[in-house]
């Protein structure tokens, strides 16, 4: 198998006069867990939304696979096997938890109108198909005894867990998590760090970006560093931390020494 | 038994309306209940667009008027039977809903609600100055009523009476209902609320929500359409005035009132309200006063419309009697 299962060539997106990234190249492997970190407004964001297909890159190539997928459809690259979570927890909030996960899965079904209106056999089975994946799904994020709840009467670290159920259960190759633990308590946090093992268990390829350190260094098969659009390091926890430019960019020039 | 214990509540509704010939008291009461039928086909469409799919689209009466005069010339003009006009106006307003919402359907929200309420006008303005196709203002006239049907041993099937032409928009209403029901409680029912939910996500999950939207909005226009051919077909003569913003939004009060996004709602709103008005009639020109009010009422307190009211009606019966007990 390619070791390489995400490469981004020369990544360039700009608003107006604002470089937000800037000739950034990156590789994702398979089945690791990839780590961007950088201060606010370094562009990690912008870097998922480019992979995702949500912006156009203004210049540049994304290849997965080593097949080029620059300014796909957000749809189409989802289809291709890379699903994503956003920063604000974004979820079906009028629907339950059930019909998000099956939204999750429906691009995996063929879900034809006539097939839909006669019930066919392959209407059954696909409908056989995602309430397994669905169930599946539940008990990986474990939120089996919330199944028929509405989303709006969900926790916090429940919606997030969700958001990345909904993200597992279209059978991606690889994940998005744009910072998955944003604005939860320690306790919290500790869930989705677990969770984020369990999908690197399963064989899903991670990329994540995150703001807390200790959780970083401990979850990152490696990681890089963004400050201002550009790649100013990459390597793996212990590399990263004795960098000095990351050093600088997170603490300002006089800690450096 | 088990499709019995299943579905009695249909079942019930469905014998009940069975028996309303039996019950009318009057031909002008059953006239009104013909008319309630074939709208809320109409609102049961705009209901897929506009509560499932959250596309407010104001062109509806302008489908409504493409079915009502595809069955009208092809009856009038061609000379087709009504039962193969109808299938072919329905489809003409399901074609003409596709090339609509290939731009319109690039807009969002009140965007999209004004560009079809411009494509509702146009049509209006084009049924009524394309006087060699529509008959300009006088619109058309002698559309015969549907084509007696044979069958075999009871005879042939005619559609002059009232209690006949009750029957068939009933056959028509209860085809709406089981096409919307398999739609709506199935994966496609839930792309279309994903869409209407959160776009953005629909589309990260691997949704092509415009076509999604496309899919809703040609199938919402059929029904529609397949609603005015059968209008047409019915009332013999039509005008211009099939296509005005006022049906539009006569579909658009029945499903605010009767409930959004659920499938009684749009049919209790369409049989309710003009009944209701019939009633306020006495009350000559304070009606509209008492209309506005209620509408206003039924706004705050049941945003989800009477069907929406009756369902947290109902939680809260269960809610206190458990409680009690």
């Given at each position: 198998m390619e070791p390489v299962l995400l490469k981004t060539e020369n990544l360039v997106k700009q608003f107006e006069g604002l470089v937000a990234v800037a000739d950034v190249s990156f590789e994702v492997f398979h089945e690791e867990i990839l780590t961007i970190i950088g201060p606010n407004g370094a562009g990690k964001s912008v870097l998922f939304g480019l992979i995702s297909g949500l912006l156009r890159p203004t210049s540049g190539r994304i290849l997965?696979?080593?097949?080029?997928?620059?300014?796909?459809?957000?749809?189409?690259?989802?289809?291709?096997?890379?699903?994503?979570?956003?920063?604000?927890?974004?979820?079906?909030?009028?629907?339950?938890?059930?019909?998000?996960?099956?939204?999750?899965?429906?691009?995996?079904?063929?879900?034809?109108?006539?097939?839909?209106?006669?019930?066919?056999?392959?209407?059954?089975?696909?409908?056989?198909?995602?309430?397994?994946?669905?169930?599946?799904?539940?008990?990986?994020?474990?939120?089996?005894?919330?199944?028929?709840?509405?989303?709006?009467?969900?926790?916090?670290?429940?919606?997030?867990?969700?958001?990345?159920?909904?993200?597992?259960?279209?059978?991606?190759?690889?994940?998005?998590?744009?910072?998955?633990?944003?604005?939860?308590?320690?306790?919290?946090?500790?869930?989705?760090?677990?969770?984020?093992?369990?999908?690197?268990?399963?064989?899903?390829?991670?990329?994540?970006?995150?703001?807390?350190?200790?959780?970083?260094?401990?979850?990152?098969?490696?990681?890089?560093?963004?400050?201002?659009?550009?790649?100013?390091?990459?390597?793996?926890?212990?590399?990263?931390?004795?960098n000095p430019e990351v050093i600088e960019a997170y603490l300002g020039k006089e800690h450096r020494a | 038994m088990k499709f019995l214990k299943d579905n009695w509540l249909p079942i019930l509704l469905l014998a009940l309306a069975l028996t309303v010939p039996l019950i009318v008291p009057n031909r002008y009461t059953f006239q009104i209940i013909i008319m309630s039928c074939l709208f809320a086909i109409g609102t049961l469409s705009l209901n897929l667009i506009l509560g499932f799919t959250g596309q407010a689209s104001l062109a509806h009466a302008g489908f409504f008027a493409i079915g009502a005069y595809g069955v009208a010339l092809l009856t009038t003009k061609v000379g087709l039977s009504f039962w193969l006009a109808l299938p072919v106006s329905a489809l003409l307003a399901a074609g003409i809903g596709f090339l609509v919402g290939l731009p319109t359907l690039r807009t969002r929200g009140s965007y999209f609600a004004i560009s079809t309420m411009c494509m509702g006008v146009i049509i209006e303005i084009v049924s009524g100055n394309w006087v060699s196709l529509t008959g300009g203002q006088t619109g058309v006239v002698g559309i015969p009523a549907p084509s007696p049907i044979p069958l075999p041993f009871i005879g042939t099937l005619t559609f002059q009476t009232q209690t006949s032409q009750y029957y068939l928009v009933l056959a028509f209403l209860v085809l709406t209902l089981l096409v919307m029901q398999r739609l709506v409680f199935s994966l496609k029912g839930l792309g279309f609320m994903a869409v209407r939910n959160n776009e953005v996500l629909a589309d990260s999950v691997g949704l092509n929500t415009f076509s999604i939207k496309i899919l809703s909005f040609v199938i919402a226009n059929f029904f529609v359409g397949m609603a005015g051919g059968i209008y047409a077909a019915l009332l013999g003569s039509i005008s211009p005035s099939v296509a005005s913003i006022t049906i539009t939004f006569n579909f658009l009060v029945y499903l605010l009132l009767g409930g959004m996004a659920t499938l009684a709602g749009p049919v209790i709103g369409a049989f309710a309200i003009p009944i209701l008005m019939e009633y306020l009639q006495a009350l000559q020109q304070y009606s509209m006063i008492i209309f506005g009010v209620l509408l206003i009422l039924v706004i705050i307190y049941f945003p989800r419309g009477l069907m929406g009211g009756l369902t947290s009606l109902m939680t809260w019966a269960k809610g206190s009697s458990k409680a009690k007990g």
């Amino acid at each position: 198998m390619e070791p390489v299962l995400l490469k981004t060539e020369n990544l360039v997106k700009q608003f107006e006069g604002l470089v937000a990234v800037a000739d950034v190249s990156f590789e994702v492997f398979h089945e690791e867990i990839l780590t961007i970190i950088g201060p606010n407004g370094a562009g990690k964001s912008v870097l998922f939304g480019l992979i995702s297909g949500l912006l156009r890159p203004t210049s540049g190539r994304i290849l997965l696979s080593g097949r080029d997928i620059s300014g796909s459809k957000p749809h189409a690259v989802a289809k291709k096997g890379i699903s994503r979570t956003f920063q604000t927890t974004s979820l079906f909030d009028q629907l339950r938890v059930v019909d998000n996960l099956a939204l999750g899965h429906k691009m995996r079904t063929h879900d034809g109108l006539f097939s839909t209106l006669l019930h066919s056999p392959k209407w059954k089975k696909d409908k056989q198909e995602t309430e397994a994946k669905v169930m599946e799904t539940l008990q990986f994020i474990g939120l089996e005894n919330k199944a028929f709840d509405f989303v709006s009467t969900l926790s916090q670290v429940e919606q997030k867990c969700l958001s990345v159920g909904v993200a597992l259960a279209g059978n991606p190759k690889l994940i998005l998590l744009d910072e998955p633990t944003g604005g939860l308590i320690q306790e919290d946090t500790e869930k989705i760090t677990q969770l984020i093992r369990k999908i690197h268990l399963a064989g899903i390829t991670v990329c994540l970006i995150e703001h807390k350190m200790r959780m970083v260094m401990d979850l990152a098969d490696r990681i890089i560093v963004l400050n201002y659009g550009a790649k100013i390091a990459e390597g793996t926890p212990e590399e990263i931390s004795r960098n000095p430019e990351v050093i600088e960019a997170y603490l300002g020039k006089e800690h450096r020494a | 038994m088990k499709f019995l214990k299943d579905n009695w509540l249909p079942i019930l509704l469905l014998a009940l309306a069975l028996t309303v010939p039996l019950i009318v008291p009057n031909r002008y009461t059953f006239q009104i209940i013909i008319m309630s039928c074939l709208f809320a086909i109409g609102t049961l469409s705009l209901n897929l667009i506009l509560g499932f799919t959250g596309q407010a689209s104001l062109a509806h009466a302008g489908f409504f008027a493409i079915g009502a005069y595809g069955v009208a010339l092809l009856t009038t003009k061609v000379g087709l039977s009504f039962w193969l006009a109808l299938p072919v106006s329905a489809l003409l307003a399901a074609g003409i809903g596709f090339l609509v919402g290939l731009p319109t359907l690039r807009t969002r929200g009140s965007y999209f609600a004004i560009s079809t309420m411009c494509m509702g006008v146009i049509i209006e303005i084009v049924s009524g100055n394309w006087v060699s196709l529509t008959g300009g203002q006088t619109g058309v006239v002698g559309i015969p009523a549907p084509s007696p049907i044979p069958l075999p041993f009871i005879g042939t099937l005619t559609f002059q009476t009232q209690t006949s032409q009750y029957y068939l928009v009933l056959a028509f209403l209860v085809l709406t209902l089981l096409v919307m029901q398999r739609l709506v409680f199935s994966l496609k029912g839930l792309g279309f609320m994903a869409v209407r939910n959160n776009e953005v996500l629909a589309d990260s999950v691997g949704l092509n929500t415009f076509s999604i939207k496309i899919l809703s909005f040609v199938i919402a226009n059929f029904f529609v359409g397949m609603a005015g051919g059968i209008y047409a077909a019915l009332l013999g003569s039509i005008s211009p005035s099939v296509a005005s913003i006022t049906i539009t939004f006569n579909f658009l009060v029945y499903l605010l009132l009767g409930g959004m996004a659920t499938l009684a709602g749009p049919v209790i709103g369409a049989f309710a309200i003009p009944i209701l008005m019939e009633y306020l009639q006495a009350l000559q020109q304070y009606s509209m006063i008492i209309f506005g009010v209620l509408l206003i009422l039924v706004i705050i307190y049941f945003p989800r419309g009477l069907m929406g009211g009756l369902t947290s009606l109902m939680t809260w019966a269960k809610g206190s009697s458990k409680a009690k007990g």
